[in-house]
């Protein structure tokens, strides 16, 4: 556990006090965090260790190169909530910009295509779409974040294969069976050289 007194606006932690058991558990969680990718969770949990070995909050600081606060912050983190206390909480992130609305629009205009949307083209591409979110709702999108945004709704990127319009499906298969393996390199024999 981690002891505090109360000063007049600060408080200063005193050195945690570690059963031996608890100290491997930790120890043991942080393993399993740093696997799981929780790296955030395995810095945090060396700090109780360390400061159960009797390194003050500044000495642990400096060996995980982090600040003072948030070691402190930690350790008290940890008197209060346990293990539970040092563990990632959810993070919200920014607040979504489009409306769930304006998305169910953004989809729909995705699905009726770009002709249908009066754009001259047959295929939609971020930087169009950036533009068409711009106009109809007034909001600057990278086009990166468009093609994230449209990920999330589902949606995956296709790239438009090119055929000849007038092509002779016969005429084809015949020059890929005949004509291109006689066009293809073949390794030059070298004079005097027997390859076999």
Known sequence: MVCFQEKETSLIPHLVSLHWSTRQRLIR???????????RVARRLP?????????TSGEVAH???????????????????????LLEGHRSGRPAR??????QELGDIVES??????????????????RVIEEEWGIAY????????????????QRPRR???????????????????RLKKSPARRAGVDLQ
């Open 63 to 85: 060996l995980l190169a982090a600040s003072r606060s948030k070691v402190s912050e930690w350790l008290a983190n940890y008197l209060r909530h346990g293990v539970a206390g």
């Open 142 to 157: 990278h086009p990166g974040h468009v093609r994230r945004l449209l990920h999330e709704m589902g949606f995956s990127v």
């Open 29 to 39: 969680l942080r393993k399993e965090a740093e696997q799981d990718g929780a790296y």
């Open 113 to 130: 295509g770009p002709v249908a949307y009066g754009v001259d083209c047959g295929v939609w591409t971020s930087p169009r779409l950036a």
């Open 163 to 181: 055929i000849l319009v007038r092509a002779d499906p016969v005429r084809q298969d015949r020059w890929q069976r005949d004509d291109y393996p």
């Open 98 to 103: 489009l409306t769930a609305g304006q998305r």
């Open 47 to 55: 700090a109780v260790v360390l400061n159960a070995t009797g390194r």
